[in-house]
């Protein structure tokens, strides 16, 4: 790992270094080496000099102090002149012995450094990083102990062999000289931009700007910034952080299919696996900006509105975006779908979706049920109403339970005219008092909240649940919970979907469901065994008449369950549902279930 980090250089060097109290600082004073600093008494040999600003002397008790403001400091290292001074001095036990840490960002107490020798011009060498539990590998917690813009070296007294101790039986405060007792800073400012490289870990060299004055990092790693602290343009698809002794943590590129330059990171699209990166993979988060080629999408990786890709070009090909080609007569807008992967069997990509009436694939004719392009009005025989092949070809033939020339109103008794209703109205229930009713006028909303989901396996079990700041879908690993649940498992509906529903009969439960996986060619599960929907209420459970439905990996599948008998059957016996026991299910719903596993793969992420 040679070269992750720069040579050890002079933290002070070109620093901005103040003091705010020195010997000499008001004017030359005179001092005299440490045995002979008796105060009061006359110099007896030359040992004895002026000082001025530029004067040193050993140091006894000190702090070491770092700051990333200049305001508030807090200390690094604390030292004494004796294990004792460390418990009297600083009411912190003292650290025997060479120093050693406990925790990354443990403050310790040491007189290991404070020696009488040498008495002047000597040096103190002392590891913040040594010794920690972290240092071979450092955390994050050690970065950021050790990160410093301000250094502050807080003096509170000088090592004077107890002389200046024989002044007290003079019983005269003033005879204790100022330079024993007098507290002072030495700061060293804007460490990070004078005085040395600070490169987290991601630079090959760090030299010295002869016009600047300034060292400055040569980034690696795809890197980029005065201190390589952030990825460089399109290298985001992870993350930036510090390298260590161990790690060097490569800043990833994204995968925008050569349709971008650029990208960021976002850590809700890596926690839900919706960003492919360059291996074809859903890891990580990059999110791709400015995609060009008339491209759009988290990786670039499907059409702008308006264009489309057909199923067998590649989104790396160049200009893969075609224009679409909607009736302006029949289509709603100008956007088709966009790409195979949110096509169906029905709606391939480059289809355009149509006004009611019209068809096709770019809703360029009229549509079953309809004629005279392009007015396309509807013709005589109702396509809810009646079995005809073809509603334009008369005479009409009429459902079991509907009448009209034109097979478009339900018999006396009976109500609630639907196309999938196979006998076309449902009877009316007036518990023998009437033979004539209507469709109800009560009005009744759309239930859409995802708050107070949870997962359940097929023989119970809670494991999920959904939380405020879940985006507007339910999404889980399969490896996160197959272990738990087994081969099914269901989205478990909240409070809000329960209780008396009687108003929803007749109206529409609505779901979307799908996954992505990263296997290549993914095999969807048919779980012929399982229901896709399960409503229990009344103390009969009733599950959808077209359960075990396939979902293709890349493809949502929306359905819609009419809340109907006829569109259900009794769980425990798979018999269809009579009209009053559907009605006591929805007169005390107690559960709503929705099948959330469509795979067998283990990296297959469900929504």
């Known amino acids: 790992m040679t070269g992750l980090f720069p040579a050890v250089l002079n933290l002070a060097s070109m620093a901005d270094i103040s003091t705010n109290a020195t010997c000499g600082s008001t004017g030359p004073e005179m001092f005299c080496k440490l045995v002979e600093h008796v105060p009061g008494q006359p110099i007896r040999n ?69 020696k009488i020798q040498p008495l002047e011009n000597g040096e103190i060498h002392a590891s913040l990083i040594n010794g920690r539990p972290s240092a071979d590998d450092p955390s994050s917690t050690l970065l950021n102990f050790t ?29 204790v000289d100022a330079i024993v007792t007098r507290r002072y800073y030495y700061s060293i400012k804007d460490i990070s931009v004078g005085g040395m490289c600070i490169c987290y870990g991601h630079a090959k060299a760090c030299p010295l700007n002869t016009y600047t004055k300034k060292f400055s990092c040569e980034c690696e790693h795809n890197t980029c910034g005065e201190s390589c602290d952030r990825c460089c343009p399109g290298y985001n698809q992870q993350p930036w952080m510090a390298g260590t002794f161990v790690t060097r943590h490569v800043c990833e590129k994204c995968n925008c299919h050569n349709k971008a330059e650029e990208c960021y990171f976002n850590q809700t699209v890596a926690d839900l696996s919706l960003s492919l990166n360059v291996q074809g993979q859903n890891r990580g988060g990059g999110v791709c900006i400015n995609c060009h080629d008339n491209t759009a ?5 499907t059409c702008a509105a308006g264009f489309y890709r ?42 355009c979706r149509c006004k009611e009436g019209f068809g096709g694939l770019q809703c360029d004719r009229c549509a079953v049920g309809y004629m005279g392009y392009p007015s396309c009005q509807r013709c005589n025989c109702s396509v ?47 518990m023998g008092i009437s033979s004539q009713c209507s469709s109800s006028t009560w009005s009744y909303h759309n239930e859409t909240t995802l708050m107070g989901w949870h997962l359940l396996g097929e023989t119970g079990g809670r494991v999920w649940s959904v939380h405020r700041q879940t985006p507007p879908y339910l999404s889980v690993r399969h490896s996160d919970v197959v272990n738990d649940l087994g081969s099914a498992y269901y989205w478990n509906a909240p409070e809000l979907y329960l209780g008396n529903k009687i108003s929803a009969y007749g109206g529409s439960l609505v779901y979307t469901v799908s996954y992505t996986t990263d296997q290549q060619e993914p095999m969807a599960i048919r779980v012929t065994s399982q229901p ?35 569109n259900f059957l009794v769980a425990e016996s798979a018999q269809p549902i009579g009209r009053r026991d559907f009605l006591s299910v929805l007169a005390n719903v107690t559960r709503v279930m929705v099948r959330a596993s469509y795979s067998t793969e283990t990296s297959a992420v469900y929504r």
């Not at 599950?543 to 008998?565: A, C, E, K, M, W």
């Open 46 to 114: 030359a040992q004895c000099r002026i000082c001025n600003q530029k004067s040193t002397t050993p140091t006894g008790n000190w702090i070491l102090e770092r700051s990333i403001d200049g305001v508030t400091f807090d200390p690094w290292q604390y030292y004494a002149m004796t294990d004792t001074e460390c418990l009297t001095r600083f009411n912190i036990n003292p650290r025997t012995g060479n120093p050693s840490y406990t925790r990354d960002d443990e403050v310790i107490c040491t007189s290991f450094y404070s």
């Open 147 to 175: 990160s410093a813009r301000y250094i502050r070296l807080v003096f509170q007294r000088i090592r004077t062999l107890n002389a200046d101790l024989m002044t007290l039986t003079q019983r005269d405060p003033k005879e």
């Open 297 to 301: 999408g988290i990786n670039c990786q």
């Open 310 to 351: 057909p199923a067998e070009v590649s989104a790396e090909e160049e200009d893969p975006c075609i224009p679409c080609s909607c009736d302006p007569h029949g289509s709603i807008s100008q956007s088709c779908v966009p790409d195979s992967s949110q096509a169906t069997p029905l709606q391939p990509a480059g289809s």
């Open 384 to 430: 809810e109403g009646s079995t005809n092949a073809d509603p334009c070809v008369t005479p009409c033939v009429c459902k079991e339970n509907v009448k009209g020339g034109n097979c478009d109103h339900c018999k006396l008794g009976f109500f609630n005219l639907q196309g999938y209703n196979p006998r076309g109205c449902d009877k009316c229930s007036c």
């Open 532 to 566: 896709d929907l399960i409503i229990e209420g009344g103390g009969i459970k009733i599950i959808d008449r077209r359960f075990g439905q396939p979902v293709y990996p890349s493809s949502p599948s929306t359905n819609h369950i009419p809340l109907s008998p006829a």
